[in-house]
């Protein structure tokens, strides 16, 4: 982005992957990367927020899948108690729907790649020297 | 064998499948790992469409022969 890619030194690679955690892009936007952080913020939000729609809001419950939705934090707290109040017990789940395994498979790729986000966050901050513009 | 590989196509595209929905998850997947890897703007919109493109001809050839294997065995 056109923010600075060489971010703060004195920053802590652990705060910057602990709110990277807590609000998608959050990591980016302590480090500087303003840029950044809206994008990450915005699309990771984004798929999460439409995981939960495509899915008929019932896509995060106690299940391994939640492993991946957690991964993207603050937003997949927010919402899990609406899963929970549309769907008080398993039972009450369509499960055979195609759109609610679509909308569970976006909301576990949003965690995921909230993941990916929080470590790039991480790296920046910890090897400021590495070169970035290797992909 | 052909009607049934028009079907395939056809049934990709319609939006009663949510197999469409396979299109905006990896545009978002292609741009923001695009993003953790470059910083210039311009590399990063050209690299996510490469990366699109890669992975949709590569799933949608596996698609293809995992569908005609099942339709021959």
Redesign the interface.
Known sequence: ??DS?TLLPSRSPLAALALGWLIPGGGHAYGGQWG?AI??FS??T??LV?GMA?GGGTVILYRLWLVAQLCAGGPTIALWPISQYLAPSHAEVDWAS??H??GT??TA?AGL?NL??MM?AYLRLAYPERG???? | MWDAIAGFFADLVSLSNPLWLYYPLCAVVAVVYKTTKLDDPRKIALGAVHFFVSVSLGMFGLGLAFYLISQIF
Not at chain 1, 132 to 135: D, V, Y
């Open positions: 982005m056109t890619p950044k994008l990450f699309l990771v984004g798929l439409a495509i195609r759109w395994d679509v498979l976006y790729v790649l990916l986000v790039d970035k513009e290797n992909a």
